[in-house]
């Protein structure tokens, strides 16, 4: 069991480096092909950042988040000027069953929700302090890990931490998604988008280590919020080198220029790989409750079910 470390400011788990068998041949087509990867050691935190960090972040440095500000008009050619204003991605599931996967259905850009207001301006985040922080861009993770004298962390390191020493295997915690009944994630419970079975209020995120930890130690790497890395996004891994029995991680996850969305060519915003799944993922909808699983996230979106945690890189254990 690698080492843990508790500090006033954070609690980190020790990963010692290794080789893996990095993202999965069944399942989504940009997990595959799976392919060899060496990490070195890291410290990671052992849970998603919560709104009483991001307050205490935001209390000494002042940091407004991309949510809290008017977006500009330059940046997003075409948009409706009365779309131009403070807000964030909210889910809202619908009241009755759908027919197609059109997301409008149940995503909608609300003014003024933020991390403080994760489901817009009448809303807060009283009762929810220990709850992952929502609402945050790439950029709001970044200056966080900054201020923390940390980092955010690759995709591998992030994959590598997530499978807590079961390589290969489907899930965090094995071959089976609720072995004997039991939930080791807060994933959709019931009919996505429609029919949640959790008891009413806790249908969204949940406070963290409310789930068993992995095998590493580490709560929430799967479910609860999708967390930023520092790779740009691929549609694919690369392809395994011949004659080679491992392929070096890339820290930033390859060109920026790969990483734009083709459908939107006039809006230049690099996108970044997101891993874990979220309190959203569904059996019959979204299966990334994996280690493997990928998502696609543009750097300057914000939404309520994505966070991050930092790592800290160090050739020695403190």
Partial sequence: ?????????RDLVWIPGGTFLMGSNDHYPE?????????????????????????????????????????????????????????????TAPKLAIRSNDIRQWWSFKFGADWRHPLGPRSDIRGKLDHPVIHVAYADALAYAGWAGMDLPTEAEWEFAA???????????????TPGGERFANTWLGTFPHLSL????????????????????????????????????????????????CIPSNPRGGPAEASYDPRLPDIRITRRVLKGGSH???????????????????????????????????????
Avoid at 1 to 9: H, I, L, N, V, Y
Avoid at 38 to 50: E, M, R, Y
Avoid at 163 to 177: C, M, P, V
């Fill in 31 to 91: 997990e595959a092909p799976a392919h060899s990867v060496s990490v070195d050691g890291f410290w990671i935190d052992v849970a998603p950042v919560t709104n009483r960090q991001f307050a205490d972040f935001v209390q000494a440095t002042g940091h407004v988040t991309l949510a809290e500000k008017v977006p500009n008009a330059e940046d997003y050619p075409g948009a409706l000027p009365e779309m131009l204003r403070a807000g964030s991605l909210v889910f």
């Fill in 163 to 177: 499978r807590g020493g079961l390589d290969g295997a489907q899930f965090a915690w094995g071959e089976e998604f």
């Fill in 1 to 9: 069991m690698p080492e843990s470390r508790s500090s006033a400011e």
């Fill in 198 to 245: 959790k008891p009413q209020g806790t249908e969204r995120t949940s406070a963290v280590r409310s789930f068993p930890p992995n095998g590493y130690g580490l709560y929430d790497m799967i479910g609860n919020v999708w967390e930023w890395t520092s790779d740009y996004w691929s549609t694919r891994h690369p392809e395994p080198a011949a004659k080679s029995c």
């Fill in 280 to 318: 959203l993922c569904a059996p019959n909808y979204c299966r990334r409750y994996r280690p493997a699983a990928r998502h696609a996230e543009p750097d300057d979106t914000s939404t309520s079910h994505v966070g991050f945690r930092c790592v800290r890189r160090t050739n020695n254990q403190l």
